[in-house]
């Protein structure tokens, strides 16, 4: 049985105005062990500025491992998102941020599948998505590094269509990372979904979605920031019992729109992991 770990993604920080370094230091001083920082490319202001949590993946890598470190922190993996459809753009961002991954101490890199070009078939779509995942798996197997595909667009919208996406390449290096609040806002039930798919799940964004949330944006939109775990609409025990079933570590990584929502997450779910665990 492998153990539940518990990670901070921090795009808390976004509403914040929060640097990585305000971010980095708030997950600790809450008390989260994982962090899971968002890299970009090339300069961007507002991250240089020190009103964004990004960061640089021109910077050297070992200034995000020695953040971590310093701190006491892990990383579970990078936010690394780009449109797997849009080969132009995904192909190098995705090679090197698994080569960054691979410097820094991150075991994995999060991957999404949207958006899409607005002129392909569905057919081409798939065919420009299998390139991308193909040509970011030759980087990432010899590393040791995962590609953690996230329940987020289109086409991991649902089971089906994620098995589907999943499927395009045989590559040790693809995986899943179930959010749980985009499952459910596209319209399935995350909790089941979990239960069936848990063996490839290797990271969870543990992300809620409040009552009112739900009720306005369920099968409108397949993402959004969530409020604190434990104040929505998902069963985090039950989520929390499928994850003791599986053979592997996986780290919940919260991911919420606040502080406070962090600190209360955290406050939450420890408590419900660490009964699981006795």
Request: charged fraction near 25%; include cysteine; aromatic fraction near 8%.
């Amino acid at each position: 049985m492998g153990n539940i770990k518990l990670g901070l993604n921090l795009e808390f920080a976004r509403f914040e105005n929060g640097s990585f370094e305000w971010a980095m230091d708030h997950a600790a001083e809450i008390g989260y062990k994982y962090v899971e920082p968002m890299v970009h490319w090339g300069r961007e202001l507002l991250s240089a500025a020190g009103y964004f949590h990004s960061i640089s993946m021109l910077d050297d890598p070992l200034r995000l491992r020695k953040a971590a470190e310093s701190r006491g922190l892990g990383v579970s993996s990078l936010s690394s998102h780009a449109p797997l459809a849009k080969p132009e753009v995904s192909v190098e961002y995705l090679r090197q941020s698994i080569r960054y991954a691979a410097e820094c101490g991150a075991p994995m890199i999060m991957v999404d599948d949207g958006p899409l070009p607005a002129w392909t078939t569905e057919a081409e779509n798939y065919t420009l998505m299998r390139y991308t995942l193909q040509e970011a798996a030759l980087v990432a197997e010899p590393r040791g590094i995962a590609i953690a595909i996230e329940t987020h667009g289109e086409y991991t919208a649902t089971p089906q269509r994620l098995d589907r996406l999943m499927s395009l390449i045989d590559s040790p290096a693809l995986t899943i990372n179930l959010d749980t609040g985009n499952s459910y806002l596209s319209g399935n039930d995350p909790h089941a979904w979990l239960e069936s798919i848990v063996d490839r799940v290797t990271h969870l964004h543990a992300k809620d979605i409040s009552h009112e949330d739900a009720a306005r944006y369920r099968g409108k939109v397949r993402g959004m920031l969530g409020c604190a775990c434990g104040d929505g609409v998902i069963d985090w025990e039950r989520i929390v019992r499928t994850l003791t079933k599986a053979d592997h570590d996986v780290v919940l990584s919260v991911e919420c729109g606040s502080l406070k929502a962090a600190r209360k997450s955290y406050a939450y779910l420890s408590e419900l992991i660490g009964d699981h665990a006795a």
